[in-house]
Each structure stands twice: as C-alpha cells, then as structure tokens.
C-alpha cells in the first residue's frame, strides 16, 4: 500500500461500482422476468376473452370486466360486468362497481360499436407493486455486503495507522528507539520519521541531561571533599592558635559544607533511581535482611543520638527487586527517622505481607509531619517549614522523592501517616512480591 | 439488448482485466513502462486482425479465424511461461502476452459493436451495457489488484498459482478453438457441471476469465490443463527471486 487515499478511493469505488452494477443487474433480470409474466397474462386474459365470445354462457374468471355496446345494446359482457355501461366518456377514467374500484377504458371505433374495458385498481396496483419491488430488491440487498465490505477495507486501510499507534501505547517510559513498521503509506511516512526524529532528538536531551547533572555532581563532589579536609585541617589549627572566638563560624561553614555533600550524594542517587534512566537488576533477596544491613550502617548515628531503634515483624521477607534501590529506599527512610527525631527518640521498623506484597513500616516519635504537607513532601528539593524546620536538621528535600521513584520502579506506592506514638510520623511502602 | 452488451463485454473484459491486473502486480515498480510495452502491439495487432476479419475467416476451410485465435491463446501462454522463468525479458515478454489476449477480445468486442444487426438496437441499451460491463470487470480487477499485492507481500505460492491458472486458461481457450475446428482429437467427455454451475452465468464468467472454467471438458483439454499448469508452475519456480531482482 503505498497511498492510503489512493487505496481507500479505488477500492471503495471499485466496490461500490460492482456491488451497484451487479445489483442493477439483478433487477434488470427480475424486472424483465416479471414483465414478461405480466405480458402473458395480458396474453391469456386475451385468449380467454375470445373463447367466451364463442362459449355463451361461461363464467370463467378474468380479472377484467369487458362490455361491447352496439347501437346503445348491451351485446357482449364478462362475467365481472354489469349491465349498465361501465363507463360514459371516452378514454380513461376510474369508476366503482361490483364493489370494488376500477380502471376504465372506453373507445368508440364506429358510431355504432362501443368496447369497454375494466380493470381493478387493486390488481394494477400489485402488478405495479411486483414489478418495482423485484427492481428494488436486490439494490436493498446490496446494501448491507456494501457497509460490511466498506468496513473491512477501511479497516485494512488504517492498520498501518492501528499498528504504528500499538507500537506507541507499547513503548515504556525510557524506550525512545525508533518506531518501525512494514509497509507503510506515504501519508503516514511523514508521521512516523517526525516521530523517531522525535525520538532521536529526545534521547539526545535526556542522556546530555542525565550526563550534565551526573557530571556536575560528580564535579562538585571532589572539591567539596578537599574543602571539608581543609576545613577540618584550619578548624584544628585555629584551636590550636587560640582562636577559639571564631568556632562558631567555624562550625557553622563546617555544616554548610556538610548540607552540600549530602545534597550532592542525594541528586546523584536521585539521577541513578530516576525511573526515566535506571534500568533495574531484579534479583530475588531478603528484605529483612537488607533492613538489618541498613540499621548496621545506621547504628553509630543513631548511638550518637542515644535513639532507640527496633526491627519488628518478618525475620525474612523474599521478594523480586533491585538489591542497590530497595537498600537505598530503606537507608533514605531509617536515614530521615533519625535525622529528624530527637534525641533519646525512638525508631521502629516492622516488616509483613498484607494482601500479597510485601509491607515495611517506618515510624518514629519525632515531630511528625502535618497532614496537609504529605502531598508535598514527595517534590524534589521540598522540605517542611523550609531551612527552619523544628528539628534544626539540614536536609536535600530529595530523600522521599527518590523513595517514591524506587517504590515506583518496583510499582509499589508509599504512604505517609501519623506514628501510632503520640507524634511521629509512619511511612508505610508496599511493595509486590 | 442490455443484458446481451453486459455479458459479451464481461465474457471478452474479464480475462484481459484479471490478467492486466496480475502482471501489473508483478511489475509494479515499471507500471507505466509495462503499460506502453502493452498497449504499442496490442492497438497494431487489433487493428490488423478487425479489418482483416472477413479475409481472416475465410481462410482454412472457414477456420482461419479460430486457428488464428488459437495461435495467440497459446502464444500468450507461451510468452508468460518464459516471462516467469526469464528475469531478464520478463516485462516484455508479459507485455506481449497481454497484447495477444487484447487482439482477440477486443477484435470480438469491435465485431460485436459493428455487427449489422446492432443497426436495430436502441443505442442507449448498448451504451448502457458497455458501462455496465466495463464497470463490473474493471471493479473486480482493481479488487483483484489488490489481492494479489497482499498475496504477494505474504503468500508468493498463491500468487504463482493464480498466475499459472490464468496462464493455463489461455491454452485451455485454444484447446477449445482447436476441438471445434477438428484440428484437436476431443475424447470422452470428463464431466457435466452445466446444471449447478452454467458457463453463462457471472460466476462462470469469472472462473472461465480466471482458470478456463468449461462446464462440459473432454478429455484432451483435461490432459492439456494439467499438463500446462505443471508447466507453468515449473517455469515460476524462481518467480519471487525475479521479481525481487527487477525492483
């Protein structure tokens, strides 16, 4: 098929021209073939007529009414005539006898002969009836075949369009490859190179835009790195030349530098989870065994912070998923629990299977969030109460948008809520087994 | 009469449509060079044969007219047997055949315009017939058209099959003209299909045009088919291969 229009227009015309010329075809023949029964007919009321006029008395049935007037005297009539005349003026006219309703014709060859010739109006009518019915007939007929065959040739007209659309709906999020299809019109030629130009061009951006970000970060984070050396390095020295007023700025350029890194480490994890680049090693493991792992690399901050933290639940919870995200997912949560949670606080862990996936709850006595931000605090770089949260803690606002992206690429979901403590906040992600 | 317009033009179109049809789908890719190399002989021939009719027929006993037909039926046969086996003259070759088949239908058709009798026919029902006919043979050889393309997309044995039928039915049209001048042993009868399927019919119009339907075969036309149509087969094996080297 190389043009759909010039498929679609010779196909339908060419069925239309058969499918109408084969019909008129067909009523040529049935209209001529009822014509010619109505022709005999005529042919044998004829004959039959003649024979009563050497049969006196008969009463054969005619179907017409017949009357032969000469000199004003009634000397022939069919059996259907009356015998007053049936008809008082020349030519054709209908009139009501016999209790039915008729077609007349009268002629006056000579002064002296008047024939009179009747026929019902009814009969006419269904020999008329017959003759047109059978013309009409097969065009009805025609009717349906030609719907259903316009049906099927539009359809085989536009699958190219069908299949090109299915490969569409198909692709995933991160496949931007070429779309390719056989045999395809000239109309939709066009479409389809915009399409993989398209494509092309948006691979492009997104591999520079997941290069740019990769690179800046990765950029960013050795001379960050120099510059906590150094600052740790003058700190010591500034402490050891008694400079001892200016540690507070010391401490605070130190937790700067801090925030950074974290905020550095965090967008580089967020550009590896993002749904639309990682490409997912699923692997059988123990999720209770990676929550266990987590907490290990947890512990010397949570000590720090004299927390209390509790594995509940499941002591092993097999499921299908990427080892790196899920021990990601799990650090960001345990991460943001101890973070943001007092000292002395207390954080709980608790894994189970509800309805077929795989639960894990994380919840804390610390602040808690407010209901009306749980929408929000999924966006990138969003953090409740902005740089003054009450617990004084720096954070990226990155740490549960990757949580989501890696629950998403498990196509599991998280939800927030309150602690079952008196405040703190409960995270609950679900994940399929 | 209309109805006898329709059918004439149907019985002589037909054939040459479907086979036009076939052959441009093998040379798609040079339609318009196969419809020049087509139309070139085909118009010299038929114009040499319609005003040489009367002489024609009077040749030969009275059979000058049928063995002439029978010459082209089986030349038309001949030449798409070598189109299929030969890559490098196969457009032609078709082409050729094409004009053989259009001397014979369109020499009918001119004598069946021109005949003394049609002086008596109300030109309207002849003009009406010859739409009527054109219409329905070329609608079902643009339907046909696109058949074969799909089929030979996806289904080349088919196409080769189709091809070798309407091929063997050129030389089962010239069995028949060769029975009926007696230059052709007859035999006995194969079979009787004239109640269910009748030559006359638009279907038997159509598998006449399409594989030389008969309703009443003998014997040597029966040999004769099958005996051409493993030929030509044999000669298409390599169809598709030629067909891809000529795109």
Redesign the interface.
Known sequence: ?RSLRR?LV??L???F??IS??A??QS??QS?SRAEALFDQDLQVLASSLAQQYQAGSQQELGLALQVWQNNQLVYRSPLAPETPMAETEGFTEHNFAGKRWRVFRQTPTALLTVIVAQPLQQRQQLADEVITASIYPVVLSLPLQALLIWLVVSKALSPIKRFSAQLASKKANDLTAVELE?VPAELDQMLKTTNLLFARLADAFEREKRFASDVAHELRTPLSVLQVNLHNASQQWQQSGMADSQDSMLALQAGVERMSALIEQIMLLNRTNPEHFQARTEQLDLAGLCRQVVADWYPQIEKKQQQIELLGLEHLSLKGDAFALRLLVSNLVGNASKYTQAGGAIQLELMTQAGKAVLVVQDNGPGIPPEEYSRVFDRFYRVGGDRHQSGTLGSGLGLAIVRDIANLHQGQVRLGAADSVSGLKVTVELPL | MLINTVLMFLRELLPLFLLLATLLVWHRSQWRRFILLFSLPAILMLTLFSSNMLWISEQLDGFGLELLYSLLYTGCFALLCVAAAKRNAAMVLSAFACACLLSINGSNLLLYIWLPTQGNTDPSALLLGMALGVGIGSSIAVLWYYLLTELKQWRMLSYRLLLSLLGVRQLMMASALLIQSDWLPSGPRLWQTEQWLPEQSELGFFLQALLGYEATPVLSQGLIYIAGLGLLLWCSRNLKNNIRSAQ
């Open positions: 098929m498929y010779t196909v015309i060419a069925l021209t058969l010329f084969l008129a075809l040529y023949r001529a045999q």
